[in-house]
């Protein structure tokens, strides 16, 4: 089956500093794989995602890298904000493609 | 703002009850899926439903069961209620059942059961 680990399930950063939230997996047939954000009392919020035939895609502020090769998924923010304060979840598919599968999750938090 | 709309925000039950969440779906989105999350953890995957079927479940046992209507709204019904289904339950919808695009979450029903 799928599991998911996240590297460190709390970050803190300073307002203007860059972060970068990092999330493994098991599974090599994965093939999708999408950031969350969650704010207290919120659903996930989709932030970007990723297919496994790329290794770097680009947002406003985010970029998201995929290893595939050590099955390493990262995300980074630039020039942190305090609204960037959430738990960020990395989640993926693959196999069976109907569900996605979810980390447990980091916490950031960014202090001004 | 998602445009998937969950109700009630909150229940309190009983063990032993039965309960239904609602999940009103985005426009155009004709796939619905069910999300189980525990107090720090990330959520867990109980069933998706596509043109009014179940397409896949995860491990949740009969006692949690769905509907979708054809206006691809949803319900999530829990019989038997024990007290670690306490959690919050989030309703994801899609445009079509694979994931070629992500999900969108509501802020979904925090059910706690005594």
Redesign the interface.
Known sequence: GES?GLHLPTLSVQEGDNSIINCAYSNSASD?F?W?KQES??????II?IRSNMDKRQGQRVTVLLNKTVKHLSLQIAATQPGDSAVY?C?L?GG??????????TLLTVNP | ETGVTQSPTHLIKTRGQQVTLRCSSQSGHNTVSWYQQALGQGPQFIFQYYREEENGRGNFPPRFSGLQFPNYSSELNVNALELDDSALYLCATQVGSSYNSPLHFGNGTRLTVT
Not at chain 1, 41 to 46: A, D, L, R
């Open positions: 998911v999708y999408i969350y009392g919120k659903g996930p919020q989709f995602d979840f989640s598919s069976s493609n109907y569900k996605l599968t979810f980390g447990k999750g």
